[in-house]
C-alpha cells in the first residue's frame, strides 16, 4: 500500500515537473520575442481604434444603439485571444523542424502533461495579450462597468484560450509543415471570427446566419466578455460559461490526444 502511495506522489511529481517545464518554456520564448509581442498589439489595436471609429461614424443598427468603441473592445479582446491561442500550436512544427519535439516524445513523461505545459504556456501569452488590449481600451476612453468586471473577463479569457490552444495543438500535431499550418488557421480563423457576434448584435441578424453565430464557440466567448465588461448580453452568461467550459474540456483533451500520437 505504502509503494503504490510512494509511486503515485512520484508520478504527480513528474506530471507537475513536466507541465511547468512546457510552460516556462513557451513563457521565455514568448518574453525574448518582441516582434511578436508588438506584432500582437498593433493588429488589434487598429482595428479598436480606426474599425471603432469608423463604425461610430457611419453604421447603426436596427435595435438601436451604434458600433462604438465601447461595443466592438470585447470582440477585439476576443479576436486577440483567438489568434493568439491557435498560433500557439504553430510551437509544436517548430519543435518538429528543429528536432526538439523528437527529444520530447522519446522523454521518459507522459506526453498528455507535454501538451498540457504547452497549452498553458500558450494560454497564458494570450491572456497577457488579451488583458494589454483590454488595458489599452480603458486608457483611450471605454467606459467599462467596473474593475470587478475587468477582473472576471480574465477568466473569460483563460477559458476562451483553453478551448481554441487544444484546437490548435490538435491540428498542429497532425501538419507536417509550417504553410500548411498557416493555409488550417486562415481557413478556420476568419469564418470564427465573422460569426462570433464581434463586430454586430445576434438579435439584428436573420434566422439562417443566427443558427451559424449559435454554432460557433467563440460566440459565447464574446458575450460572456461583453457581459463582464459592458454589463450586457445576448445570451444568459451561465449558458455561455457553460459551452466555453465544455468546449475547452473537449479539445484540451483532443489536442492531449492527437499529441500523443503525433510523429517526431
Known amino acids: 500500500m ?18 511547468y517545464t512546457m510552460w516556462l518554456r513557451e513563457m521565455l520564448r ?23 471609429t469608423a463604425f461610430n461614424s457611419s453604421f447603426e443598427m436596427r ?3 451604434q458600433t462604438n468603441i465601447g461595443f466592438l ?27 526538439f519535439l523528437k527529444e520530447i516524445l522519446i522523454a521518459p513523461v ?21 488583458t494589454l488590449i483590454m488595458l489599452i481600451a480603458f486608457v483611450i476612453g471605454v467606459e467599462f462597468q467596473s474593475y470587478l468586471g475587468m477582473a472576471a473577463s480574465v477568466g473569460v479569457m483563460l477559458l476562451i484560450g483553453l478551448g481554441f490552444i487544444g484546437l490548435g495543438i490538435a491540428l498542429a500535431s497532425q501538419t507536417e509543415s509550417h504553410e500548411g499550418f498557416q493555409m488550417i488557421m486562415t ?10 457576434g464581434a463586430f454586430f448584435r445576434i438579435g439584428d441578424l436573420p434566422s439562417w446566419l443566427k443558427t451559424l453565430v449559435y454554432l460557433d464557440p467563440l460566440t459565447y466567448g464574446i458575450m ?10 445576448e445570451i444568459p452568461i451561465h449558458i455561455c460559461i ?17 499529441f500523443q500520437k503525433a510523429k517526431a
Open 224 to 233: 460572456a466578455l461583453r457581459y463582464t465588461l459592458m454589463g450586457e448580453t
Open 63 to 65: 435595435s438601436g444603439g
Open 110 to 130: 507522459p506526453r498528455f502533461f507535454v501538451a498540457l505545459g504547452k497549452a498553458l504556456g500558450g494560454v497564458t501569452t494570450a491572456m497577457i495579450q488579451g
Open 30 to 52: 514568448f518574453k525574448r520575442s518582441k516582434s511578436r509581442i508588438i506584432g500582437s498589439l498593433a493588429t488589434p489595436l487598429f482595428f479598436l481604434v480606426i474599425l471603432g
Open 242 to 258: 457553460a459551452v466555453l467550459f465544455l468546449f475547452a474540456a473537449a479539445t484540451i483533451g483532443l489536442g492531449g490526444y492527437m
Open 187 to 196: 481557413f478556420i480563423t476568419m469564418p470564427v471570427l465573422l460569426l462570433s
Open 2 to 19: 505504502a509503494d503504490h502511495a510512494s509511486a503515485f506522489s512520484e508520478n504527480i511529481v513528474i506530471a507537475l515537473n513536466t507541465v
Open 73 to 99: 473592445a470585447p470582440g477585439i479582446i476576443g479576436m486577440t485571444i483567438l489568434f493568439s491561442s491557435l498560433v500557439g500550436g504553430v510551437s509544436i512544427i517548430w519543435d518538429r523542424e528543429f528536432g
